[in-house]
């Protein structure tokens, strides 16, 4: 298998919040990309950039940030013709690497926007480089961390410029290529702009202190709740039942919460966070951690103050909403 590290520079509407198209903000107009081989040595690059059809006019923060001229936008390829070049370079076994979460989601949708999802089926594993380095080498763990930081961290030499494409592809392929293989292993992410269509695509991750589950669409919240694979709490190390102390409820941030025991490993966390899908189906993403005693009373005291609201709207005599109790 070989590894792309891939990075895209885009352009977004020129005239201010509100004026861009939903279907595309953010318009790709630069891709650049390393391979490496197994064993993560240099192969070859690539280096593309694309004439824009949604949004000519170059935004001037783009123009800054990458120095990107609009006369080498004018001169550049179309997208879908560069997108089909672009696949054909990657081959047939390949991994992603990319700086941060957003570069997947956005290249997913210019695809979509041009009828060419098909090229690239998802979800897709990959290997988020900046999450990499926040976990194996940053002692900050900040979220979010720039690229320089880590190029001053491995004390690469910066002989080109930041911002643009195959530039940071090539700074993000030698930080990936510096960390230990063994250690980033386990940590892949799963981009899921393209989530889980049936039952046998959905997606169990078992990482070293959590495990995640990424469900099939349903139509509605409440429907997914009353969804067996959605309410277990299996324990992530033993895999067994584990008993549930308080049950699904909702909390803050619109998250769902629960508080369940494994004989064995002790106190465990369920959070289910809702996303949407561009056609407003919904799907859950949960999470399973094993927890302290004091983040178990965290829990508690949560569900409390539910239970207090809820107690308290009943008592100023409005009517009991519907699924209530
Ligand atoms: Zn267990």
């Known amino acids: 298998m070989e590894y792309i590290v891939v990075d895209f520079e885009w352009n977004q509407s020129p005239y201010g919040k509100g004026t861009g198209n939903k279907r595309l903000p953010f318009e790709i107009i630069e891709i650049g990309a390393i391979k490496l081989d197994e064993n993560r040595q240099y192969v070859e690059s690539f ?37 089909v070049d672009f696949m054909l370079w990657c081959g047939d076994d ?15 949708r210019n695809m979509k926007y041009y009828h ?10 990959y290997y988020n480089v900046q999450k990499l380095f926040r976990i194996l080498h940053d002692p900050m763990e900040r979220r979010s961390c720039a690229l320089e930081t880590a190029v001053d961290y491995f004390g690469f030499e910066k002989n080109d410029s930041f911002h643009r494409a195959v530039n940071d592809a090539e700074y993000t392929a030698k930080i990936f290529a510096a960390m230990d ?46 969804d067996k694979e959605v309410r277990t709490t299996r324990c992530y190390v033993c895999g067994r039942a584990a008993v549930k102390k308080v049950h699904w409820f909702l909390g803050r941030n619109k998250c ?13 966390r369920g959070k289910i966070r809702f996303k ?16 302290s005693e004091e983040e178990a009373a965290l829990i508690r005291e949560m569900k409390k103050e539910v239970v207090d609201k809820r107690r308290e709207k009943r008592h100023k005599g409005s009517a009991p909403e519907p699924g209530d109790e």
């Not at 060419?116 to 594993?125: F, I, S, T």
């Not at 892949?188 to 990424?214: C, F, R």
Request: aromatic share 12%; hydrophobic share 35%; with cysteine.
């Open 47 to 83: 280096s593309e950039i694309i004439r824009p059809r949604v949004y000519k006019k170059l935004h001037h923060m783009t123009r800054e940030l990458t120095g990107i001229t609009q006369e080498e936008l004018d001169g550049g390829e179309q997208f879908s013709h560069v997108l």
């Open 256 to 268: 769902y919460y629960c508080l369940a025991y494994c004989k064995t490993h002790g106190l465990i």
């Open 116 to 125: 060419l999802d098909d090229l690239l089926p998802g979800p897709l594993k």
């Open 181 to 226: 293989m063994e250690r980033l292993q386990r940590l892949y992410s799963v981009d899921y702009y393209q989530n889980p269509q049936t039952k046998a695509d959905e997606i169990h991750l078992d990482y070293d202190n959590y495990s995640k589950y990424i469900s099939r669409e349903f139509d509605t919240k409440e429907e997914a709740m009353a």
């Open 276 to 291: 949407k899908t561009d056609d407003d189906r919904i799907f859950v993403v949960k999470t399973i951690r094993l927890i």
């Open 94 to 108: 390949f991994m992603f690497c990319t700086w941060g979460n957003t570069d997947l989601i956005e290249l997913q």
